[in-house]
Every structure is written in structure tokens, then in C-alpha cells.
């Protein structure tokens, strides 16, 4: 669409407009679309909604303001972005609504759970949990819970299955909260450097009031707080040595190791969206990461002209994307190097083990090399899948430039509210 064929009536998808600082966040709520923009952009958005055309809506803005303003390439953009359903009756393509998970589920259904009554609850759950553990220290769980039969291969499919139930039921926390705020937040896996992560897609988020959009992003890690503690609290009804004993232990023991991974916001966890909000930046990953890059061309002399993508940005937006690309480059290569040097052997020796299992004349044994096998190799299966599934198109795309001989393709990811399981 060119821009001088805009010239009549325009018609908007349903927009999310709220103020953020001096600037106001306008997008659609049922993709996730969204952009910062300065408050002229939302004064044409509400002289076009009111049915004006272009050239009426740049004429009242003249008379406002005595400048000259290009609406028509305005609402170009504006169209480029998804945000407009018609131009002259005529409608226009783009992005498709998110198709939610658990369709059924209302934010009248779930409204409660962004009430304060409902934070504070949670907060006593787990506070009891922990005046328990101190009083009764036996039920601090201790990381040889984790290790409960002398079956390995049993052990590591019992506490991968709860590890996974303990992941649906973080990412449940983003989706039930972003849900009650009116947002059709829906769930996948994909992938974080060498985690499998189950994700979940909150971007219309962004429409909610601060309050709103801090309790979805911290929700995820108070359910899998909240279940840790529950479970501490029924530990003392059960037999001491028993099964359910050992089941709740692990359980608490990996509710709580699933936190830690949360703060390694170069990965976009929860913290990172959280971080990302306070710092006022509209996409601290995908600034971070063209910063990094631009300095990587200076560095190799591959185009030392580039201009300095961050200097567009406001200054403090400049400094949170120059401060967040160190630790995006310190956090990326030391955990690729963590994958070469530890993990990548782990799974090589836990594979090795399990096959040898798997010919042991004792059928005990061999079942339990079949276990390990599958919760192993399954991992890394689903991990291939959502890495290609995200990253094939742009990797056949590369290899057409390759053979084209203009290799110019990069490999570059979204994010998600996720937690991270180890593949």
C-alpha cells in the first residue's frame, strides 16, 4: 500500500491506549501487538476513529497545532503494524488473534485471583511453610531427596513427570492471571539456548496497569512457591520413608530449584519481563541484542560504519540497553560453555548408562534402562522439535543465501513468559 493512496476513512482493529511516562503504549490486545508512540499518534488514532478522513484528520491537526503532520504515512505504519481492519470499506490483511489456551476459560472465571486478598493468602501459605521447616528442620529438603530408589532410571522419570506437572503449573499462574486481566494468553514449548521451556504467551499484557502486568509476570514463580510450601505442610501427615514422603520432598525440592533459573534474565524468564518493565524499555532483548551485534561489526571491522542502534532510543532507555547487552553476552557465552563442558557429556554418560542397562539379562534393570532412555532421549527430541519449529524457516533461509553466495541470514528469537526445564 502506498502512501499517497491513503486518503480516506479508516477503521481500527479494537486498540489497547494507556500512558506510559510522556509516551502512550498502543497495540491490540487479541495478538499481543503493541508500540510506544508519542501523543500525537494517539490524537490521529481518536480523530480517524471518529470518522474522519486522512485529509480531515491532518486538517484538524494543523488547526491544533499549526504543524504539519504526514498522517497518511501515519497511518501507513499503523497498517504495516496490523492495527488497521479497513481503509474505504476496503478490508486490509494481518496478524491472525492468538488462538488461546483453555478457550473455555473466562477472566470471570479467574478475576479473583488478581485481588489482593489472593496475594496475601499465598503469602501466609508459604510463610507457614517456612515457620514449619524451622521449627521441624528434617523437613528442609535436602538435594539427596531428589535421589529416592537405587532405580535410576525409575528416579528420573518419577521426578521428570512432576517436574513437568511442576512447569504446567508455573506457566498456568501467567496464563489464569493474564486471562483475568481479558488477555488470551495461550501456552507452548520452545527453547532457550539448551533449556526446553514451556512458555507462555502473555503480550497483551502490556494493555494492563502496571499492578496487572507485575502480578502476571511474578505469578508463575508464587505458584510453584505455593506448591512447595503446600506440600511441606503435609509432609508431617505422612509416613516418615514412605512413597508419598519421598514424592512430596522431590516436589518441594524442585518447586523451589525451578526459581533460581528465573533470574537469568538473558534468557527472558519472568525477572527479565519484570526488569524489562521497571527499566521503561519497550523490547530490552531485541535492543540488547542489535547492540551487541553492532558491536560486534566494529570489533570484526565487518561495516564499522553501522550507525549505533541504541542512540535512537531516550537516554535512560540507552543506558538499561547498554548495561543489559554485557550481561546478555556474559550470560549467553558462559552458559553455552556450562552445555559443552557439563551437560553435553551428562547426557552423553546418562545415554551410556542406560543402554548398558538395557542389556542386562535382569529385567528389573533392563526396564529401568528403558525408563531412563525415554525421559533422556524424549527431552532432547521435544527440545530439536521446538528449536526447528521456531528457528527451520530462517535456517533453510540462510542455507538459500549460502548457496545464493550471500550469506547474510541470522538466527534471532522471540520471548515468552517461560520456565525453563534442563534438556
Known amino acids: 500500500m502506498s502512501e499517497t493512496a491513503v486518503t480516506g476513512r479508516v477503521v481500527f482493529h479494537p486498540l489497547s491506549i494507556r500512558p506510559d511516562g510522556d509516551s502512550w503504549v498502543i497495540g491490540r490486545v487479541d495478538t499481543g501487538d503493541f508500540a510506544v508512540m508519542p501523543p500525537v499518534a494517539r490524537r490521529v488514532i481518536t480523530l480517524l476513529s471518529d470518522g474522519r478522513t486522512v485529509g480531515e484528520a491532518a486538517q484538524a491537526l494543523r488547526a491544533e497545532t499549526g504543524t504539519e503532520f504526514a498522517v497518511a504515512g501515519f497511518v501507513t505504519a499503523l497498517d504495516e503494524l496490523g492495527f488497521v481492519a479497513a481503509l474505504d470499506g476496503e478490508p486490509r490483511p494481518g496478524p491472525q488473534p492468538v488462538s488461546p489456551t483453555l ?153 523451589v530449584l525451578s526459581l533460581p533459573i528465573e533470574l537469568l534474565i538473558f534468557m527472558r524468564t519472568d525477572v527479565y519481563f519484570l526488569v524489562q518493565d521497571i527499566a521503561g524499555c519497550a523490547n530490552l532483548y531485541a535492543d540488547g541484542s542489535a547492540y551487541v551485534r553492532y558491536l560486534a561489526r566494529r570489533v570484526l571491522r565487518r561495516d564499522p560504519a553501522a550507525p549505533d542502534p541504541s542512540r535512537t532510543l531516550p537516554l535512560r532507555e540507552r543506558r538499561a540497553v547498554r548495561a543489559y547487552s554485557v550481561l546478555l553476552l556474559a550470560g549467553t557465552l558462559t552458559t553455552i560453555a556450562i552445555a559443552v563442558v557439563i551437560t553435553v ?74 520456565a525453563a526445564q534442563g534438556g
Open 345 to 418: 557429556p551428562a547426557v552423553v554418560a546418562l545415554v551410556a548408562h542406560s543402554i548398558g542397562e538395557l542389556t542386562n539379562v535382569n529385567p528389573a534393570v533392563k526396564l529401568d534402562g528403558l525408563a531412563a532412555a525415554i525421559v533422556i532421549i524424549g527431552i532432547q527430541a521435544a527440545w530439536a522439535r521446538a528449536w526447528w519449529r521456531r528457528h527451520g524457516g530462517q535456517v533453510r533461509g540462510y542455507m538459500r543465501s549460502r548457496a545464493r553466495g550471500n550469506p547474510g541470514s541470522e538466527l534471532r528469537e522471540g520471548g515468552d513468559l517461560n
Open 103 to 255: 478457550p473455555w476459560l473466562r477472566p470471570r472465571h479467574v478475576r479473583w485471583t488478581l485481588h489482593p486478598v489472593t496475594a496475601w493468602l499465598t503469602l501466609a501459605v508459604i510463610t507457614a511453610a517456612g515457620v514449619l521447616m524451622v521449627a521441624e528442620p528434617s523437613l528442609v529438603p535436602r538435594y539427596h531427596a531428589l535421589v529416592w530408589s537405587r532405580y535410576s532410571g525409575l528416579v528420573l522419570l518419577v521426578n521428570a513427570v512432576l517436574a513437568w506437572l511442576l512447569v504446567f503449573g508455573h506457566e498456568c499462574g501467567h496464563l489464569v492471571t493474564a486471562r483475568a486481566a481479558g488477555v488470551p494468553s495461550r501456552m507452548s514449548l520452545g527453547t532457550r539456548l539448551q533449556f526446553l521451556a514451556a512458555q507462555t504467551d502473555v503480550s497483551g499484557v502490556w494493555a494492563a496497569p502496571r499492578r496487572i502486568r507485575w502480578t502476571v509476570y511474578l505469578a508463575g514463580g508464587a505458584v510453584s512457591l505455593l506448591i512447595g510450601a503446600a506440600c511441606v505442610l503435609a509432609e508431617p501427615l505422612t509416613s516418615p520413608g514412605g512413597l508419598a514422603r519421598h514424592i512430596l520432598a522431590v516436589t518441594v525440592l524442585e518447586s
